[in-house]
């Protein structure tokens, strides 16, 4: 069986998409994803702050309206990134188990939070994570972050950041656990690390056929 599906193209897009199926074949071995990849407004526009933002469509609009004009059957996000609500028409069919949902601090090989130099730079996209390191080294300042896993990795590399905040769920998706990194203490967001599946409301057959791994024991509310 073969699906019509979309996606944010994006390296940690596609990875995620990977895990999907790995998890529906399981019950369904046959099951195929034909895959539209899709640069959605988030990706593109990437002067535009995420701590300016709040629960919208940024990440998911365009993939909205594909499923809305019957362009693909299912939509597959980053739970978090889900918009509040969901547009008319669409449903939640599926929020897998997903993975580690700690943020993590990227540093430098050899570095650790303590041995930083003070005044030290961490490049963050979210005001949640810049409190929560501030509150280990009130010393260290911070930049904003943009961009894809890789690229928000560069600002590190390049010398733009001593170093960056990214979701532990990522890195493993991407296979960077290999990078030294701190866990960082405290709460997520709701749905950090997990995948949501989206189809129509009507499309009762793909309601069906993915709520074999929806694992939703968390409220969005």
């Known amino acids: 069986m073969k699906i019509l599906a979309g996606a944010r193209s994006s390296p940690l897009s596609r990875a995620q998409v990977e895990e999907l199926l790995g998890e529906i074949r399981v019950f369904y071995p046959e099951l195929d994803l034909e895959m539209s ?11 535009v702050s995420l701590r300016t933002l709040g629960k919208d469509d940024f990440f998911t609009r365009e993939l909205d309206q594909m499923l809305l004009a019957k362009e693909i059957r299912i939509a597959i996000h980053s739970a978090k990134d889900l918009p509040e609500p969901i547009p ?6 599926a929020i897998t188990r997903g993975v580690d949902s700690r943020d ?3 540093l430098p090989e050899g570095k ?10 961490i490049a963050t996209s979210s005001v949640r994570r810049e409190e929560t390191v501030r509150a280990l080294r009130p010393d260290l300042h911070f930049i904003d972050l943009r961009g894809t896993i890789g690229e928000r990795l560069e600002k590190m590399i390049n010398g733009e950041a001593d170093g960056v905040v990214v ?15 701190v866990f960082l203490p405290g709460e997520t967001v709701p ?7 989206l189809a129509r409301t009507e499309d009762r057959e793909m309601h069906d056929l993915f709520s074999v791994i929806h694992e939703d024991t968390l409220s969005r509310a």
Do not use: C, F, M
């Open 37 to 47: 990849w899709v640069i959605t407004k988030g990706d593109r526009e990437k002067t």
């Open 167 to 181: 979701a532990e769920a990522a890195l493993i998706r991407l296979r960077l656990t290999h990078l030294n990194r």
């Open 191 to 197: 749905y950090q690390g997990r995948l949501a599946v």
């Open 104 to 106: 993590s601090l990227v």
């Open 88 to 93: 008319e028409g669409l449903s939640i069919i």
């Open 112 to 121: 650790t939070l303590q041995t930083l130099p003070p005044g030290a730079v």
